[in-house]
């Protein structure tokens, strides 16, 4: 089993365990209930109940149960960007969508990660923090455990997770630097697009900065913008760039062209967040992907 182990602080003193974990660690009720019955709390080495208030320096331990998913492991290739005891963070390729679903059981990156929890001798349960489309590229993050997800998912909701994506855009983007601010929904249930609704759609707000406008005479005006994320919808930057005019290079299903490039030009370049269980403020960045950066090349 791993092990969370946390060192009682003077501030503490005077509350229970069980007050301290759920002060220190994002585990779930379901998850408090199992720490209880099956005995998964110790307090310097000795299984403990956690009514029991610590003194300072004693060191509560909580045992993680080994847990695994059931995907098929599949040999996919996986770009890792950083990994350790709780999180793996993947730089993903296009082409191959994050988790199965009914109409993409396999070849996912959910059966990549079991091949390689195969290879490097781990077992986990595979629990996404983020998912990017299938033909957009970029970091995802894998939590190896409950707590892990549960802290990402509420620094999300919390918007404390900085997370950036570059995209290739038709047109000339005239603003330098401006905010879309315009709710999104899905028009019918059967309807895999996303447009802006101004009833019935949610709170979307995207940041737009240029970083290069080019002019070609083969493929006429693009630009290239980063575009920082305030909330996460659904297909989000790709409605609210399209919406003002500026489709994402690629991107049939918002009616962009594939001459520059086959598939949208987007990739999520950057995250930054603080860290579920050292509580470290980290940051990743990757590079362009080699279509895109083929595409701008072509542009200039």
Not at 148 to 163: E, P
Not at 197 to 214: H, L, P, Q, Y
């Amino acid at each position: 089993m791993a092990k969370y182990e946390h060192i009682v602080t003077n501030e503490e003193v005077g509350l229970t365990i069980n007050q301290i974990l759920r002060a220190n660690y994002k585990f779930s009720s379901r998850f408090r209930t199992k720490m209880k019955y099956q005995s998964l709390v110790d307090l310097n080495g000795v299984q403990s109940p956690g009514y029991l208030r610590p003194e300072a320096g004693d060191v509560i331990g909580v045992r993680l149960p080994d847990e695994t998913s059931d995907f098929p492991p599949e040999d996919i290739p996986l770009d890792i960007v950083y990994e350790d005891d709780d999180l793996i963070l993947i730089n993903k390729q296009p082409g191959i969508i994050v988790h199965p679903t009914k109409g993409h059981p396999d070849h996912t990156i959910a059966n990549g990660v079991m091949k390689y929890m195969a290879d490097t001798h781990q077992s986990f349960k595979v629990r996404f923090a983020n998912r990017i489309d299938m033909d957009t590229t970029g970091i995802i993050i894998v939590a190896k455990n409950a707590n892990a997800q549960n802290d990402l998912s509420d620094q999300m909701r919390h918007n404390a997770v900085v997370k950036k994506y570059i995209a290739l855009v038709e047109g000339t983007v005239e603003q330098d630097h401006f905010t879309i601010e315009l709710p999104i929904g899905r028009p019918t249930q059967e309807s895999i697009r996303r447009e802006v609704m101004t009833d019935g759609g949610k709170n979307a707000v995207s940041e737009v900065r240029v970083i290069e406008r080019f002019e070609s005479a083969k493929f006429g005006p693009h630009s290239l913008v980063e575009v920082l994320l305030h909330t996460g919808r659904t297909h989000q930057i790709r409605v609210h760039l399209s919406h003002i005019g500026h489709i994402i290079a690629g991107d049939e299903l918002y009616g962009g062209s594939t001459d520059l490039i086959g598939r949208q030009a987007l990739h999520a370049y950057h995250i930054e967040f603080t860290h579920p269980v050292t509580r470290e403020y980290i940051t990743f960045e990757t590079d362009y992907p080699e279509d895109i950066r083929r595409a701008i090349e072509e542009l200039r």
